[in-house]
């Protein structure tokens, strides 16, 4: 079992999917925000739950009795985001990726597997590409090999797009295999569609329920949204929202749960 240390958990979609191949068990999390951490409270009660990355580490785990295979990490896109103001990994928030490094380094884990919007490749306008390239150097002067893929909800079977660039990183010469590159990866999302929808009804049901950012809940239905949650000609949702704001920042459950199928068909070939 390959124990998972969930940083920026959100409301736990990283852990959710993960867990549910059986071969990963989530030992601790990471989440600043209140509302998150109730919800992880309730669902994993004897998961330990620090607050601030900053101030995580690899001896106050250890102290804690916490061993860690594997890290996870949506960190924050607010200065990322072609919505932002685009600070970069300078930014105050986007910049708490250099938190996920220092932790590979307190750690050395088997695995590292991180997410964040699809212009995390294209930035920063001024040297295409400059963003990401650091976050390779970052990895690489850990001492790992990293290999991304972008991936849609509609990869899954969920219907919307929300495409994201997830990164597996393993120290160098880990594995010969590719992981986000095997070809089964799609043959199980073909796996994950629920109630009789498909991929084909998801341009209606995204212009129905206005908004291209809800994952599938966690017992498998889709959130509707009031109208009267709704605002601004995009169906922005109100402001203090917070269950809304809560599954619009988690990661679609269903992505995880296909990276850790093919990290775990790695592991058998190792």
Request: net charge neutral; proline share 6%; with cysteine.
């Amino acid at each position: 079992m390959l124990k998972v240390l969930d940083l920026f958990s959100g409301i736990g979609g990283f852990s959710l999917g993960l867990e549910r191949t059986g071969g990963f068990e989530t030992v601790a999390f990471c989440e600043i925000e209140e509302f998150p951490r109730k919800v992880l409270a309730k669902h994993w009660p004897k998961v330990t739950c620090y607050e601030d990355v900053r101030t995580l580490t690899g001896e106050r785990l250890a102290s804690d009795g916490i061993a860690v295979d594997v890290i996870t990490g949506g960190f924050p896109c607010q200065d990322i985001s072609v919505a932002g103001k685009r600070a970069g990994l300078d930014g105050e928030r986007s910049g708490l990726w250099s938190e996920i490094v220092r932790l590979i380094g307190d750690l050395s884990p088997r695995y590292v597997i991180v997410e964040n919007v699809a212009n995390l490749l294209r930035g920063p306008p001024e040297r295409r590409g400059g963003w990401f390239g650091r976050v390779l150097g970052d990895l690489a002067g850990c001492g790992y090999d990293a290999e991304w893929k972008m991936f849609q909800g509609f990869d899954a079977g969920v219907p919307q797009s929300r495409p994201r660039i997830y990164v597996c990183a393993i120290p160098c010469g880990g594995c010969e295999r590719p992981i986000l590159h095997q070809n089964s990866i799609y043959d199980f999302s073909h796996k994950t569609q629920l109630d009789g929808r498909s991929v084909e009804n998801a341009d209606a049901y995204n212009k129905n329920c206005r908004t291209g950012s809800l994952p599938i809940l966690a017992d498998g239905t889709w959130p509707k949204i009031p109208d009267r949650e709704r605002s601004g000609t995009h169906g922005r949702l109100s402001d203090g929202v917070d269950r809304y704001k809560g599954i619009g920042n988690a990661v679609v459950p269903q992505i995880p749960e296909m990276i850790g199928r093919a990290i775990l068909a790695s592991e058998q070939h190792q």
